[in-house]
C-alpha cells in the first residue's frame, strides 16, 4: 500500500511538471485529488485494510496529498508568475521610441489671401456675400451693360451652359443679385469662383477666383473709391505702399480704372517680382456706369457708387510669391504645408 501510494505521488507530481497549462495542472488536479481521482479511491479503499494498519495508511494517504497540493501550488504559482512576466515584458513601452507623425492640415493660400481680404473689408463696414456660379448670362453680362455683341463677351471666353445660363465669367454679377435686393445702401463684398474657356498655364485657368465689391450710397465720389482702394492695398501689403490708377475701360463702370501698388518686395525701385518697372497691378475699379444702376431702378441723382474686381488668386500669388499658378490647385501636400 506504502509502494503503492508512493508511486501514485511520483506519478502526480511527474505529471504535473509537465503540464504546460494552468487548464491542464487543473485536470491533474481532479485526476488525483477529485472525488474520484485515485487518492480518494485508494481512501475508498480503507475498509479492506486491517484496522491495525488504518492510522498508517492514512497518514501516508494525507502526506501524499499534502506533497501533491504542495507540489500543485507550486508550480501554479511558478506559472502564474511567468504568465505575468510575459504580459508585462510584451506590454512594456518604449518610451524612447520617436512618436507616430499626425498630420495636421493647412489652409489653402487662397483661403488665407481671402480671409486676410474679408478682415480688411469687414472692418470697413463691408458685408460678404454670395452668388451664383451658374448664372443666367442676363447677370453676367447684359446687367452689367455688356450688349449681346459686345466685344467683352468673347474676350471673356464663356462656358454656356444653354443659350441663356452660363457659368459666371466674373463676380460682378453678384453686383446685380445685390442691387435687386432693393435695399440701399449697399457694402457688399462677394468673393467666389469663376470660369472662363482659358488653356492652364502659369497665369490662366479655366477655373480661378475673384472677390468683388460694391458700394452703393449718397454722395459717392471716386475719391471714396481711391481712399478705400488704398486703405486696402496697405493693410495687405504694408503701411508704405502706395497706388497708382490708370484710366482703363470697364463696361459696368464709368469712369474706369486698374489699381497699381508700388512693389512690396523692391519697394519701388524695379525687381523681378515687378518686371522692373517698381509697380504690380492689383484690381479694376471705376465708378458704377449709370445704366448699370438705372436697370435697377437706382436713382442716380440720389445714388452713386464704385466697385472693384480682385483676383484672389493674383493677391496670394503675389503676397506669397508663388511663380506658378498651377500649384494652387494640384493640392500637393508639400506645396500647401509651407503656409
Ligand atoms: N469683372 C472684371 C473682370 O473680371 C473686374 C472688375 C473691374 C470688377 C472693374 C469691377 C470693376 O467691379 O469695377 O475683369
Request: net charge negative; proline share 4%; hydrophobic share 35%.
Amino acid at each position: 500500500m506504502k509502494e503503492k501510494l508512493q508511486k501514485i505521488r511520483e506519478e502526480a507530481i511527474r505529471q504535473m511538471q509537465e503540464a504546460t497549462t494552468l487548464d491542464k495542472l487543473n485536470d491533474i488536479r481532479v485526476a488525483y485529488l477529485g472525488k474520484k481521482g485515485e487518492l480518494t479511491s485508494v481512501l475508498k479503499g480503507m475498509k479492506d485494510v486491517p484496522a491495525e494498519e488504518r492510522p498508517m495508511v492514512g497518514q501516508f494517504v494525507n502526506e501524499a496529498r499534502t506533497a501533491i497540493e504542495e507540489k500543485l501550488d507550486e508550480i501554479k504559482k511558478d506559472m502564474e508568475k511567468k504568465a505575468l512576466d510575459l504580459r508585462l515584458k510584451s506590454e512594456t513601452i518604449d518610451v524612447t521610441l520617436p512618436a507616430k507623425k499626425s498630420n495636421l492640415g493647412h489652409r489653402h493660400p487662397n483661403t488665407i489671401a481671402l480671409e486676410e481680404v474679408e478682415r480688411i473689408f469687414v472692418g470697413m463696414g463691408y458685408e460678404v456675400v454670395e452668388g451664383p456660379e451658374v448664372e443666367y448670362d442676363y447677370y453676367n453680362f447684359e446687367a452689367l451693360n455688356i450688349p449681346a455683341n459686345h466685344p467683352a463677351k468673347d474676350e471673356q471666353d464663356t462656358f454656356y451652359i444653354n443659350d441663356k445660363i452660363v457659368l459666371r465669367t466674373q463676380t460682378s454679377s453678384v453686383q446685380v443679385h445685390e442691387m435687386e435686393k432693393g435695399k440701399l445702401p449697399i457694402r457688399m463684398l462677394a468673393p467666389g469662383r469663376v470660369f472662363r474657356a482659358d488653356e492652364v498655364d502659369a497665369t490662366h485657368s479655366p477655373s480661378f477666383h475673384q472677390i468683388e465689391g460694391l458700394v452703393i450710397d449718397k454722395n459717392i465720389t471716386f475719391a471714396d473709391l481711391k481712399g478705400t482702394l488704398e486703405v486696402f492695398a496697405q493693410e495687405l501689403f504694408g503701411k508704405e505702399t502706395k497706388v497708382k490708377f490708370r484710366p482703363h475701360h470697364f463696361p459696368f463702370t464709368e469712369p474706369s480704372a486698374e489699381m497699381d501698388v508700388t512693389c512690396f518686395k523692391c519697394g519701388g525701385k524695379g525687381c523681378r517680382m515687378c518686371k522692373g518697372s517698381g509697380w504690380i497691378e492689383i484690381l479694376g475699379c471705376g465708378m458704377v456706369h449709370p445704366r448699370v444702376l438705372e436697370m435697377r431702378g437706382i436713382d442716380t441723382n440720389e445714388y452713386q457708387g464704385f466697385a472693384f474686381g480682385v483676383g484672389l488668386e493674383r493677391i496670394a500669388l503675389l503676397k506669397y510669391e508663388i511663380d506658378d499658378m498651377r500649384l494652387m490647385y494640384e493640392n500637393d501636400e508639400r506645396f500647401l504645408k509651407q503656409f
